[in-house]
């Protein structure tokens, strides 16, 4: 985490265009699969994203327009033909070479024509012929001399576009008059390319004010078009229909799983060090003190009573080994954080707003793994808020505000989790507009009663987005989506909180760590299961009598209110009779509650996570497994899958009755 | 060839951040602490190129740039040196002394390795 942000990006901007890679190549057999489809763009955002913030801005440019014609091809609007699966194919070289470092730009602005070529293979709008310049340039006589390099500048014009070079001789004098360290030959070069004025003002920076330099725009050409990179994302913008009355987006794909960097490390106080080996040190005698026990001659009570002290020293020793091993593993978010001073002042710069980013409770520590993947979800949160949230200055000082808007990043640890929230001073989210969208994409029935919180849910909706415009930061309905599902990956939560006029605040609650979970084990049939004790509101249970009179319905009543119960027995077939006595345990993410009808609750245990084997990844209602003291293994429930599961299913009562 | 590259400047820690940029993207560096340190080195050995800082002790960097034009060793020898934005007087100056370019403090180690690599054609 201290080390390097930039070879932090590398690495993972290496994984990220290996992903995309391998799904483009899946695409090449399978065209119309949504779901790759949606993959390739959700990288290839993110890509886009990330780069920018690390100051890779020809990547971030670069990946803009495969971006922007992939989200043609998303959104219905452009067919996906294997040209254009080629074409990425090749960009995806260059950007590997952009993210090495330098990587000559006419391949890139190669690249972007054959792209526009294959985007509109079919629609053929005639392409705008191509520009560029003819430059005539004389150095001052002394520049050589005090060290510029005709030779590199020449160079550096080639690496701008398509040159024709030549030199401009007549102004050589006779053998005699020449002076040797002076430079007498003047170039003219014809530039072709969409080449920035300033791009080539940047060439001779140095030798600006004495030389002589000529710049015209040179007349369309007809033979060996180049197209114009600048002219491209508008190009293919403006042919695109409204947004709305395209195809609302296919069901997400998983989260890109992330495979484990190598080489990882984190940096450990030496005093969390010593108190770790203190620990194994009383293990180790608590350890002899039992072999000796085992080889002695304690007969009896005697024996037992010394095993059971023995045992119940383990157990303090492994709780203590769990507490000061998981500290080990934490970082402070200030190093989350930091990266995102660069962020916000890029966004400010971008959007023409002035935005000022505090931040507190950076000391917060939160377990590595959790910190780096915190940070894909929480730029896209950033964006939208400088983006959509922070109002301009002018509409901020016409509702009487401050013209500098405001964006707070704080962290808190509360109990077992760690609340890192993100609020802006901006309009606030607009509920009218929210709904209109989601009526509009047919998410919810027109004129449904929603309470704030499941409204503000639906803009985690893949492919929801209510910006009016595509921007180059946000605005095209990704990225909230995989924002959510990165966190729920986490074990954890989002809040939206939002005040008209006044602003909104996202809350993420994450989970302390990820390897070991106080859990609640229960046995369902004859599967022994565990579910997060932290989600656990109450257990009680579920007598015949309830059983017979919610048949079919699956509701009870607690404390007045209707809470919907899934019979885990039914979920997980296990063909089992039902114990008479069963159970609910009754679980909870933020307002939402659900109870789980089980067989038998065994009691709290400490639960080790172990992920999933690749084959059983996709199963969506484990979220792991764990070992138990016996050997035998247990399912972790996953909680908000489950949660959900149980809203839908009182959303379709709701709707029969 | 790697090309080596002569550092002048009265600030360690600037120094350090040039090196290592520099050495980040494979130049070899040699450091000098002031004017005249920089003068001896750079007339004792050959470099490829000379990123100077102006306000030093001993030896300020005009007259070092000044000096180093005089001799016709250090003739096409890139001299780049540190400013400020605001400083538009003495940028004219060290450019009049002889000095290539300038870069503008303060700068990110990319852009120190951009005009590295635009100065030297490599």
Redesign the interface.
């Known amino acids: 985490m201290n080390g390097d942000p930039v070879a932090a990006f590398r690495v993972e901007a290496g994984e990220l265009l290996d992903q995309v890679e391998q799904n483009l190549l899946d695409l090449g057999d399978r065209l119309d699969d949504r779901d790759l489809i949606d993959a390739v763009f959700r990288g290839l955002h993110t890509l886009k994203g990330s780069g920018a913030m690390f100051g890779f801005d020809a990547l971030a440019g670069f990946t803009h327009h495969c971006e922007t014609a992939f989200d043609r091809v998303r959104k219905g609007l452009a067919p996906l033909t294997a040209g254009l699966v080629e074409v990425i194919l090749s960009a995806m070289d260059h950007m590997r070479a952009l993210v090495e470092g330098a990587a000559p730009a006419e391949i890139g602005n190669a690249i972007l024509a054959r792209l526009q070529q294959a985007v509109t293979e079919r629609a053929a709008p005639v392409a705008p012929a191509a520009s560029g310049w003819r430059l005539r340039f004389r150095l001052p006589p002394e520049a050589m001399a005090n060290g510029t390099n005709p030779l590199a500048l020449l160079d550096e014009l080639r690496g701008l576009g398509t040159c024709r070079v030549t030199a401009l001789t007549d102004a050589i004098p006779p053998l005699a008059d020449l002076v040797p360290t002076e430079c007498h030959v003047g170039w003219e070069v014809e530039l072709r390319g969409a080449i920035a004025r300033d791009d080539i003002d940047d060439v001779f920076i140095f030798v600006m004010d004495d030389m002589e330099l000529t710049v015209e725009p040179l007349a369309p050409a007809t033979e060996a078009p180049v197209l114009p990179a600048a002219t491209l994302p508008a190009a293919v913008v403006a042919a695109a229909p409204p947004a709305d009355s395209a195809p609302v987006a296919a069901p997400p794909a998983e989260t890109p799983t992330r495979t484990a960097k190598s080489g990882e490390s984190v940096r450990v106080s030496a005093e969390r060090l010593d108190e770790l080996m203190d620990r194994v040190g009383e293990l180790v005698i608590v350890q002899s003190r039992l072999s000796q026990l085992a080889h002695g001659h304690h007969a009896g009570a005697a024996g037992e009573l010394a095993l059971r002290s023995i045992a119940e020293e383990i157990e303090r020793l492994a709780s203590e080994l769990r507490d000061t091993m998981m500290v080990l593993r934490m970082v402070p978010v200030a190093s989350l954080f930091n990266r995102f001073r660069r962020l916000v002042h890029d966004l400010a710069r971008e959007t023409g707003k002035t935005i000022e980013l505090t931040t507190d409770g950076e000391t917060t520590e939160v377990d590595k793994t959790v910190i780096e993947r915190l940070a894909d979800p929480m730029i896209h949160l950033i964006r939208n808020a400088c983006d959509h949230g922070v109002g301009t200055a002018e509409q901020r000082i016409s509702v009487g505000k401050s013209p500098v808007g405001h964006i707070h990043l704080s962290a808190q640890q509360a109990g077992g989790e760690v609340r890192i929230a993100i609020r802006d001073d901006g309009r606030g989210l607009d509920r009218v507009r929210i709904r209109a969208k989601a009526e509009a994409q047919g998410l919810i029935q027109p004129g449904q009663a929603m309470s704030d919180h499941e409204l503000f849910q639906l803009i985690f909706h893949p492919g929801f987005s209510t910006a009016a415009q595509i921007t180059n930061l946000s605005g095209r309905g990704v990225g909230m989506d995989v924002v959510k599902r990165t966190i729920e990956s986490l074990r954890g939560a989002i809040d939206i909180g939002s005040i008209d006029g006044q602003g909104s605040t996202i809350t993420l609650r994450i989970p302390l760590t990820l390897a070991i979970i106080d859990g609640l084990l229960v046995r369902v049939g004859e599967g022994r299961y565990v579910i997060p004790l932290a989600a656990v509101e109450e257990c009680l249970e579920l007598s015949l009598e309830e059983d017979l009179r919610s048949r079919g319905r699956s509701f009870i009543t607690l404390r007045d209110r209707l809470v919907p119960f899934l019979r885990l027995r039914e979920m997980f077939e296990t063909g089992t009779r039902p114990d008479p006595h069963q159970k609910i345990v009754v679980i909870a993410t933020g307002a939402e509650r659900v109870g789980l009808v089980v067989d038998q609750i065994i009691g709290s245990h400490q639960t080790v996570i172990k992920s999933m084997s690749p084959l059983h990844r996709r199963v969506a209602t484990f979220s792991g497994a764990t070992i138990l003291g016996d050997g035998g293994v247990a399912l972790i429930l996953d909680v908000v899958q489950l949660v959900m599961a149980g809203q839908h299913q009182e959303a379709r009562l709701r709707a029969a009755g | 060839m790697t090309a080596s590259i002569l550092t002048v400047d009265d600030s360690p820690s600037l120094r350090m951040a040039i090196r290592i940029a520099l050495n980040g993207a494979g130049y070899e560096v040699v450091e000098a602490g002031d004017g005249l340190e920089g003068l001896n080195k750079a007339n004792a050995a050959r470099f490829d190129?000379i990123i100077t800082d102006l306000n030093m002790p001993n030896m300020d960097g005009l007259t070092m740039i000044r000096e180093l034009?005089k001799s016709p060793e250090q003739?096409?020898?890139?001299?780049i040196f540190l400013t400020t934005e605001s400083d538009d007087a003495m940028k004219q100056q060290a450019?009049a002394a002889?000095?290539?370019?300038?870069l503008v403090k303060p700068f990110?180690p990319?852009q120190l390795v951009r005009i590295t690599?635009?100065?030297?054609?490599r």
């Open positions: 190129m034009r003739c096409g020898t890139p001299i450019k002889g000095a290539t370019g300038w990110v990319d690599r635009k100065v030297l054609g």
